[in-house]
């Protein structure tokens, strides 16, 4: 056998497994839409101090693994503690002041007739009904508040159902409550009325003896908000982890001045991660929620996860950005799009609790599957 014939049998078998590995390759493009334009997300939630202070304590360290509500920085909170003891000293003066303006009234009443005393007593008792009606109401309006909140929580399942039952369950009784303390005033001024047309009491004198008290009872009322906002600014000096995660991107120092809103660090929550792929507007016509995704990290040579298609975003990558591309302004060049699509994760494979958000990765979709 000559050099030529060796050669012409060469090339033959080397066009065989050309056509061969380029037929199958063909095939798999057919069933298959690849990007390498991915990588995998995830939330990062920053840590943001709700009051200002000197940082007094950090109790974590770059890369260190939090659970949710750990502590994570101390503020200074002397100026805070003087604060609620102000509070407290205002309201208990004045408490004193509405307990004289009720002797004050009493000593007025009592040079009335005698008889007027049941009317004090039904008067008293109204205004003890209005205080609990005020009470019910904050407490229904909160409830309602954090009832709408976890609803939303509970929506994107960031906390779990039997939190928000008791929630629910918080606001049902806070309205039940609500209805009970309006009930009782209806009562209570109702005996007014029956104790003042009984006992002749004028209109003028009823109207004095309501009003002393409703100053002294909205002077109280004042200064135990006031109380209550000390006590809750004097909580937030304990900074706490909002999710289980990994802390990072610390920005702060001990002794350092932090304000209110300032992000101070990072917690990543790595165990929900998913896969953003950028696919061109023109692979997008067989995709559908549900397909088979394999996905190949750059950071692990050879190594796979697999997933799903999730969702698609509702917009190109470009109107996201900061400066979107206006089509009206005469310099129109036509550019192929990119729609960001999700993509859930597998999350029994080992490979997923090596996955960090920011990680390149090669995605294909099966289109068949």
């Given at each position: 056998?000559n050099?030529?014939t060796i050669?012409?049998?060469?090339?033959v078998?080397?066009?065989?497994?050309?056509?061969?590995?380029?037929?199958?390759?063909?095939?798999?493009?057919?069933r298959?839409e690849t990007t390498?334009?991915?990588?995998?997300d995830?939330?990062?939630?920053?840590?943001i101090p709700?009051?200002?202070?000197?940082?007094k304590?950090?109790?974590?360290?770059?890369n260190q693994?939090?659970?949710?509500?750990?502590?994570?920085l101390?503020?200074?909170?002397?100026?805070?503690r003087?604060?609620?003891?102000?509070?407290?000293a205002?309201?208990q003066?004045?408490?004193?002041?509405?307990?004289?303006s009720?002797?004050?009234?009493g000593?007025?009443s009592?040079?009335?007739?005698?008889?007027?005393?049941s009317?004090l007593?039904?008067r008293?008792?109204?205004?003890?009904?209005?205080?609990?009606?005020?009470?019910a109401?904050?407490?229904?309006?909160k409830?309602?508040?954090?009832?709408?909140?976890y609803?939303?929580?509970?929506?994107?399942?960031?906390?779990?159902?039997q939190?928000?039952?008791a929630?629910q369950?918080e606001?049902?009784?806070?309205?039940?409550?609500l209805?009970?303390a309006?009930?009782?005033?209806?009562?209570?001024?109702a005996?007014?009325?029956?104790?003042?047309?009984?006992?002749?009491v004028t209109s003028?004198q009823r109207?004095a003896?309501e009003?002393q008290?409703?100053v002294?009872?909205?002077?109280?009322?004042?200064r135990?908000?006031?109380?209550?906002l000390?006590k809750l600014q004097?909580?937030?000096?304990?900074?706490?982890?909002p999710i289980?995660?990994?802390?990072s991107k610390?920005?702060?120092?001990?002794?350092?001045l932090?304000?209110a809103?300032q992000?101070v660090c990072?917690?990543?929550?790595?165990?929900?991660?998913?896969v953003?792929?950028?696919?061109?507007?023109?692979?997008l016509?067989?995709?559908?929620?549900?397909?088979t995704?394999t996905i190949?990290v750059?950071?692990?040579?050879g190594?796979?996860?697999?997933?799903?298609?999730?969702?698609?975003?509702g917009?190109?990558?470009a109107?996201?950005?900061?400066l979107?591309?206006d089509?009206a302004t005469?310099?129109?060049?036509?550019?192929?799009?990119?729609?960001?699509?999700?993509?859930?994760l597998?999350?029994?494979?080992?490979?997923?609790?090596?996955l960090?958000?920011?990680?390149?990765?090669?995605?294909?979709v099966?289109?068949?599957?």
């Amino acid at each position: 056998m000559n050099k030529s014939t060796i050669f012409r049998i060469a090339g033959v078998v080397v066009l065989v497994v050309a056509l061969f590995f380029g037929y199958s390759e063909f095939r798999y493009l057919q069933r298959h839409e690849t990007t390498d334009d991915a990588q995998i997300d995830g939330d990062v939630n920053p840590v943001i101090p709700k009051v200002g202070g000197y940082v007094k304590t950090i109790r974590f360290n770059d890369n260190q693994y939090v659970k949710a509500g750990d502590t994570l920085l101390v503020i200074d909170d002397a100026d805070y503690r003087i604060r609620v003891e102000q509070a407290e000293a205002a309201l208990q003066s004045a408490m004193a002041a509405a307990g004289v303006s009720r002797s004050q009234v009493g000593v007025a009443s009592a040079t009335i007739q005698s008889s007027q005393a049941s009317v004090l007593t039904a008067r008293n008792q109204v205004a003890t009904a209005q205080a609990n009606v005020v009470a019910a109401q904050a407490r229904a309006r909160k409830s309602g508040q954090d009832f709408e909140r976890y609803s939303r929580l509970l929506t994107e399942k960031t906390v779990p159902q039997q939190q928000f039952d008791a929630v629910q369950a918080e606001r049902d009784a806070a309205n039940a409550q609500l209805q009970a303390a309006q009930a009782q005033l209806q009562t209570a001024q109702a005996q007014v009325a029956a104790a003042g047309t009984q006992t002749g009491v004028t209109s003028s004198q009823r109207r004095a003896t309501e009003g002393q008290i409703s100053v002294a009872q909205a002077a109280v009322k004042q200064r135990q908000v006031d109380l209550d906002l000390a006590k809750l600014q004097l909580s937030y000096t304990i900074v706490r982890a909002p999710i289980s995660g990994v802390v990072s991107k610390r920005a702060v120092q001990l002794g350092q001045l932090v304000q209110a809103g300032q992000a101070v660090c990072s917690v990543v929550d790595n165990s929900n991660m998913w896969v953003t792929a950028n696919f061109k507007e023109t692979q997008l016509a067989q995709m559908q929620p549900g397909q088979t995704v394999t996905i190949d990290v750059d950071a692990f040579d050879g190594a796979k996860l697999t997933g799903n298609v999730g969702s698609f975003a509702g917009a190109t990558g470009a109107k996201f950005s900061l400066l979107p591309p206006d089509n009206a302004t005469g310099n129109y060049v036509k550019v192929v799009q990119r729609i960001p699509v999700r993509i859930a994760l597998d999350k029994s494979s080992a490979l997923y609790a090596k996955l960090r958000p920011g990680m390149s990765v090669n995605v294909a979709v099966d289109l068949q599957k």
